[in-house]
């Protein structure tokens, strides 16, 4: 997917945390999202935190910060930077960080910043609800299957699908550093569920209540 940010910053000319913002994120009205640190972002931001609790940084959201400092230099405003940009300075930031996708912000896999209630806005566009139409058509062609795991999981594209008690269901994760996320939908009832967490230990959470509201034992977790 990072490879694919990139074929889409090169088609367009965009850099993708203005592309997201623009094509998704306001014609939805997800407005406290962003796959790079804003300003505007800090009042719905939640820390990261380890396994027993300790505090951690967010790297994005470091990352973003320190890049903030170097707009004047680039001459454009972070969301408008590339990819290649990013590259460029990467290193003025920390010398010690490798140039790797990993590392990259903004990043298509890894460094979206959002809430439950923008995610859930999202979800429900997907599943063919809200102001806006052509999520559902959108979902249907992710959830074309384009590999299998056993036989009650296997991939789309960009999405988990799942087949559990004779019904069908989407999923996706969250696995970034202090931060455990999940979302199963059922694309035939229109319901979803959204939860995220910002501690190491988060996974027992979302299992639980979804579990306690969905009352299926989703074999999405085991393979997590």
């Known amino acids: 997917y990072f490879f694919l940010q990139r074929v889409v910053e090169k088609l367009t000319g965009q850099g993708l945390a203005r592309l997201a913002r623009d094509r998704v994120f306001t014609p939805l009205g997800m407005m406290a999202s962003g796959f790079i640190w804003r300003p505007d972002l800090d009042a719905a931001l939640a820390s990261p935190h380890a396994g027993r609790g300790q505090p951690m940084d967010s790297f994005s959201v470091k990352t973003g910060k320190a890049f903030a400092g170097l707009v004047s230099e680039m001459g454009k405003p972070v969301e408008e930077w590339t990819t290649a940009d990013v590259e460029k300075a990467l290193p003025r930031v920390d010398a010690s960080i490798s140039v790797l996708p990993d590392n990259m912000v903004p990043n298509a896999a890894a460094s979206l910043l959002t809430t439950a209630r923008d995610y859930g806005t999202f979800v429900r566009w997907l599943l063919g609800a809200g102001p806006v ?7 249907d062609r992710m959830t074309v299957q384009q590999s299998s795991i056993n ?9 988990g699908l799942e087949h ?20 199963v939908g059922e694309p035939a009832t229109g319901s979803a569920i959204v939860i995220f967490t910002n501690g190491n230990a988060g996974q027992r959470v979302y299992e639980r209540v ?10 999405a977790f085991l393979w997590l």
């Open 164 to 183: 559990a008690g004779g019904r069908s269901y989407v999923w996706h994760w969250g696995d970034n550093p202090g931060f455990k996320n999940f979302v």
């Open 151 to 159: 036989e009650a999981l296997g991939w789309g594209s960009g999405i």
């Open 133 to 139: 139409s052509g999520g559902r058509a959108i979902l």
């Open 210 to 219: 979804i579990r306690g509201r969905t009352g299926v034992d989703h074999p």
